[in-house]
């Protein structure tokens, strides 16, 4: 598995942990910026992350909804913009399978 400076595996942080498992954080800043510019709070979310992680010899890769997350803050702008987040964010993992 890739090693992330950015978000981290636990071996690279000094901690030993039996099973592989990854946290990538991903950041567009021109996609962050629109969306603090619609409202500071959604800073709470970001960056999007990505898990990368083996589970019965079998590797998954998952990340938490973005639509999910903004739909907390009840914003409609913020939301039409994290389902295209959301669309390219899925996109990326599909081409990793």
Known sequence: MPHSPSGGDFHGKGFDFPIPFVILEVCNPQEAARVLSENLLAGYFLPCKIVV????????????????????????????????????????????R
């Open 53 to 96: 992680y083996k589970e019965n010899e079998t590797t998954k890769i998952g990340m938490p909804k973005p639509t999910m997350l903004i739909s907390m803050m009840n914003h409609e702008e913020l939301k039409k913009l994290a389902e295209d987040i959301e669309k390219r964010l899925i996109s990326c993992i599909d081409e990793c």
